[in-house]
């Protein structure tokens, strides 16, 4: 794994342990000379990961769409920081750009780009691993609600295990690195619909 795309807070948080963890994500990525890939932002946790990245000897490759760079949250130290036009463009050429996704405590933001990743793995649209990387318990509600959509069967229980949750960065890397994704069918009807040639811009 060469690249780790982390998607976490503009904000910081309400606990130090949040800004702890993305100091330590940051480190470790440098340390072992994993590149990051996140949304170019020099605020909240985002800064804060890219920032002990750079402290450490890595490199930081930020993709940032043209207004916030309006609104003047863009990081100009990085390695690499590129301008885009949109959102929409933001989390393509990011995901182009990964090896893995990650999710530190986030927002809105930090959930719509996660779910998307995870949505196309469902779909057979990619084969990169996700992962949840918690600190003060912040993803176990998530989690919660992840298992009630499996006993209710709008998950498939192989997709819900087919990611990671978890505080050890140590145990995140080893199990990225060993990642194989499920092949479970999305489909948890007995009749299943007709195969489906799906490519990422029908989702």
Same mark, same amino acid.
């Given at each position: 794994?060469?690249?780790?795309?982390?998607?976490? @807070?503009?904000?910081?948080?309400?606990?130090?342990?949040?800004?702890?963890?993305?100091?330590?994500?940051?480190?470790?990525?440098?340390?072992?000379?994993?590149?990051?890939?996140?949304? @170019? @932002?020099?605020?909240?946790?985002?800064?804060?990961?890219?920032?002990?990245?750079?402290?450490?000897?890595?490199?930081?490759?930020?993709?940032?769409?043209?207004?916030?760079?309006?609104?003047?949250?863009?990081?100009?130290?990085?390695?690499?920081?590129?301008?885009?036009?949109?959102?929409?463009?933001?989390?393509?050429?990011?995901?182009?750009?990964?090896?893995?996704?990650?999710?530190?405590?986030?927002?809105?933001?930090?959930?719509?780009?996660?779910?998307?990743?995870?949505?196309?793995?469902?779909?057979?649209?990619?084969?990169?691993?996700?992962?949840?990387?918690?600190?003060? @318990?912040?993803?176990?509600?998530?989690?919660?609600?992840?298992?009630?959509?499996?006993?209710?069967?709008?998950?498939?229980?192989?997709?819900?295990?087919?990611?990671?949750?978890?505080?050890?960065?140590?145990?995140?890397?080893?199990?990225?690195?060993?990642?194989?994704?499920?092949?479970?069918?999305?489909?948890?009807?007995?009749?299943?619909?007709?195969?489906?040639?799906?490519?990422?811009?029908?989702?």
């Amino acid at each position: 794994m060469k690249t780790l795309c982390v998607y976490c @807070g503009s904000n910081a948080g309400r606990h130090p342990a949040y800004a702890s963890l993305a100091r330590a994500l940051g480190k470790r990525l440098a340390d072992d000379g994993i590149t990051l890939v996140y949304g @170019g @932002g020099n605020v909240g946790l985002m800064g804060i990961v890219a920032d002990a990245v750079l402290e450490h000897g890595g490199e930081v490759i930020g993709v940032i769409p043209q207004q916030l760079v309006d609104w003047e949250v863009a990081h100009t130290g990085l390695t690499r920081l590129e301008v885009v036009d949109s959102m929409h463009t933001r989390k393509a050429r990011m995901f182009e750009l990964a090896d893995g996704f990650v999710a530190l405590p986030g927002g809105f933001g930090t959930l719509d780009e996660m779910f998307e990743m995870l949505t196309w793995r469902q779909l057979g649209l990619a084969k990169k691993p996700c992962a949840f990387l918690d600190s003060n @318990g912040f993803w176990q509600p998530l989690m919660t609600m992840l298992d009630t959509m499996v006993r209710e069967r709008f998950l498939h229980p192989e997709q819900r295990a087919d990611m990671w949750q978890g505080s050890d960065i140590d145990a995140m890397l080893a199990w990225m690195r060993s990642y194989v994704p499920a092949q479970a069918d999305k489909w948890l009807d007995e009749k299943r619909r007709s195969q489906l040639r799906l490519t990422p811009e029908d989702v």
